[in-house]
């Protein structure tokens, strides 16, 4: 394990399996660990009401995570929800649109998350941001690119006067990694909870429970989600 900074992290934190793992990374590195959530009306709201249930556990599970994870900032962005034509806003069919892009891409979704996200690290002075955007297996969402990212880093610090670290420790990790990562930091007992709490599926279903979690089995997130899974299981038994 890297040595811990002495410094705070704030760490864009959905609810979902990518960023959950993302915090704890960031609580196995930093001496407080702050997180955000962004509500834009998605579809999938139910992975905001898992984000405290999971911040419990966490704390549950390693002394040292309880006493780093500091205060939760929750960010109301209906106007998000108001002006984008995206299947995680409406009820629209998850397909692939004209654009060449799935329908679940909401645009400037991320740069608006992560601007937010400065001014709350701003804030709190926080000097590294956290994040979970991943180009590897993603769904093509140009704004999870490493490029977009780096330039909106840059763009935080030039707009705000301020040295912001941004950390994208899953850019160049697959799911099945993304998994075996989660075992690393955290053992049986934290894949336990990346399965019974997280939440992936665009469409919010939680009645559904497969080996891997929660969710409809079918969307791009559930599907993304089951491959890894069974991708890094084959890879632990081999
Ligand atoms: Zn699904």
Known sequence: ????????????????QDSTVCLVW???????????????CQRHRVELD??????????????EW?????????????????????????????EIGDSGLPTTF?????LIF?????????????????????????SGYPDCRDQTIKAMGRALELGMDRRFELHTPLMWIDKAATFALAHTLGGDVLIRL???????????????????????????????RSEGWNKWKATRMG
């Open 106 to 110: 909401v645009p400037g979704r991320n």
């Open 26 to 40: 960031a609580l196995e590195r930093f001496a407080r660990v702050e997180t955000v959530g962004f509500d834009y």
């Open 1 to 16: 394990m890297n040595a811990l900074q002495t410094e705070t992290a704030l760490v864009l934190f959905s609810g979902g």
């Open 194 to 224: 990346v399965v019974e709490e997280t939440h992936s599926c665009y469409l919010g279903d939680r009645s559904h429970r497969h080996a891997w979690g929660y969710g409809c089995g079918a969307c791009p997130a559930c599907k993304l």
């Open 66 to 94: 309880r006493a780093r994870l500091g205060e939760d900032h929750l960010v109301s962005l209906d106007a998000l929800a108001a002006i984008s034509e995206s299947a995680l806003t409406r009820e629209v069919a998850i």
């Open 50 to 63: 898992m984000r405290p249930r999971i911040r419990a556990e966490l704390g549950t599970l390693k002394t």
């Open 114 to 138: 992560l601007s937010f996200a400065g001014a709350i690290a701003y804030r709190r002075g926080a000097g590294h941001i956290v994040a979970g955007m991943c180009e590897t297996d993603y």
